[in-house]
């Protein structure tokens, strides 16, 4: 048994991100962890997946566009094991990192699952461990597949992203079930690499939380590599076999016979709060089973907080990374400046990237705010001409009488770095003249955030 200021329980982007804050705030500080550290975004998640995705974009590159480029390759193989190997050495060079931050930052990895023990302590196998200041609870979420419709997850035919990210080649013909970042990303991989995909998605658009005109967007673009896109679309039966899996899809009225070697789940993630002794410890949950928190993250237990997926939505990494540093200060007696949920960026790293912070422009319809778009299209950006990366769009929602900005989406290869001259405008709610007064270096892509700007405010350049 051994006492520290604070245990975290759960080594990934929450967790570890807390106990280094901590450490440098001068806490002694545990995290328990039962697997590798870095959790899901490092091991089977956000890390290995974005290598994946780089190999999708020279697989393209050099498939469709290099000869544009005056660069003719002949002979062109697609070895998805090689970058499966990239992808899994990135994953453990950067589980190594964390392992290195705990060591530099006098950080106690204690390995095993951690359960809460009522008066701030946390068993760990037979010893338990006392916090004297703190237990955080980091536990995220895992894969889920959707029994009711017979698509339990088998890890052969039916599979999650667990499996996704350790296979050695791309199935022939993949059903992706669920058009949000997960299935999204998925189908840009595996169709880069030659698998036949459809991807199936319950909701009227894929990337239904993303603004209409961006689910269209890359809803075009898929369409036009390959990828079958159906929405509004239902699976009524699934029947697994051991060489594939047939579905039958309802969408728009019809149904449709689907069979396949393998079917992705991506229709969401299960909260990891199960036998973690919560009920006993006094940790409440709410109607959605998160982890009931207040704003700062204290839960209904004296001396436990709870922070990342667990704690509610957003479930992105960088969401729980930044409570994870707020809780540390918190539990250091300091006064941290409040979380601003609603600017949180959110993207989706297929190519194009999707990426976006702020209202969407239905939800500014159904707020009844009167606003204005600006929208500039990167087939008008020398940049992306260049590139011939001309998909894609900045659009930007700002207040009509005051230019604040209520929203940004972009559709571009670089969204997912664009986006944060928007979300650093939000926090310090600049407007979009403000936006603009800032110079942007040509030709960049950026341009086309001050072109968005400037067109809200009717008077763009490149039009
Ligand atoms: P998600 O909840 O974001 O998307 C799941 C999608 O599946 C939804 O669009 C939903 O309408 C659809 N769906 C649900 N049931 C269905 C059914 N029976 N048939 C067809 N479609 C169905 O979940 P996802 O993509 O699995 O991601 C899990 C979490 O991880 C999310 O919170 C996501 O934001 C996060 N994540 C973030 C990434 C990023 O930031 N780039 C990448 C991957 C995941």
Do not use: W
């Not at 070697?261 to 036998?275: D, P, S």
Request: glycine fraction near 10%; charge should be neutral.
């Amino acid at each position: 048994m051994a006492t520290f200021d604070v245990i975290v329980i759960g080594g990934g982007p929450g967790g570890y991100v807390c106990a280094i804050r901590a450490a440098q705030l001068g806490l002694t500080a545990a995290v328990v962890e039962r697997d590798k550290l870095g959790g899901v975004c490092v091991n089977v998640g956000c890390i290995p997946s974005k290598a994946l995705l780089h190999s999708a974009y020279v697989a393209n590159l050099v498939n469709h566009d290099a000869k544009d480029f005056g660069v003719e390759v002949g002979g062109v193989t697609l070895n998805f094991g090689t970058a499966m190997k990239h992808s899994r050495q990135v994953a453990d060079q950067n589980s190594k990192g964390v392992e290195f931050l705990m060591k530099k930052n006098k950080i106690t990895v204690i390995k095993g699952e951690g359960t809460l023990v009522p008066g701030r302590k946390v068993k760990v196998g037979t010893e338990t461990h006392s916090a004297t200041k703190a237990v955080v609870i980091a536990t995220g979420t895992r894969v889920k597949g959707i029994p009711q419709i017979g698509l339990e997850i088998n890890k052969t035919t039916v599979i999650s992203s667990d499996e996704a990210l350790f296979l050695e080649q791309a199935p022939k013909t993949l059903a992706i079930v669920g058009a949000g970042a997960v299935g999204t990303e998925f189908a840009d991989i595996f169709n880069a690499f030659g698998a036949k995909v459809t991807l199936i998605e319950a909701l009227p658009r894929m990337l239904p939380v993303e603004d209409a005109d961006s689910s269209a967007a890359i809803a075009r673009s898929f369409k036009k590599r390959g990828i079958d896109v159906l929405v509004g679309a239902k699976v009524k039966s699934a029947t697994v076999g051991n060489a594939g899996v047939t579905l039958e899809v309802e969408s728009g009225g019809k149904t449709q016979i689907i069979e396949v070697e393998k079917v992705l789940m991506a229709a969401g993630r299960a909260l990891n709060t199960q036998n973690l002794g919560l009920e006993a410890a006094g940790v409440q949950l709410d109607q959605r089973g998160f982890v009931k928190v207040g704003p700062d993250l204290r839960t209904t237990a004296d001396g436990v907080y709870c922070i990342g997926d667990v704690a509610g939505p957003p479930m992105l990494a960088h969401k729980g990374s930044r409570e994870g540093l707020v809780v540390a200060e918190t539990i250091a007696g300091k006064k941290p400046h409040a979380i601003r949920y609603d600017n949180v960026p959110s993207v989706t790293y297929c190519h194009p990237e999707v990426a976006s912070i702020g209202l969407t422009e239905d939800q500014c319809k159904e707020k009844k705010l009167d606003y204005v778009v600006g929208k500039f299209a990167l087939t008008a950006n020398g940049r992306a001409r260049a590139t011939n990366e001309t998909e894609g769009f900045v659009k930007i929602i700002k207040d009509k009488k005051y230019g604040e900005i209520l929203g940004a989406h972009i559709v571009a290869s670089h969204a997912s770095e664009m986006i944060h001259e928007l979300a650093v405008a939000r926090e310090n709610e600049y407007t979009v003249e403000e936006v603009d007064l800032a110079i942007h270096a040509h030709p960049t892509l950026s341009e086309a955030v001050a072109e968005a700007a400037l067109d809200s405010l009717g008077r763009m350049i490149h039009a």
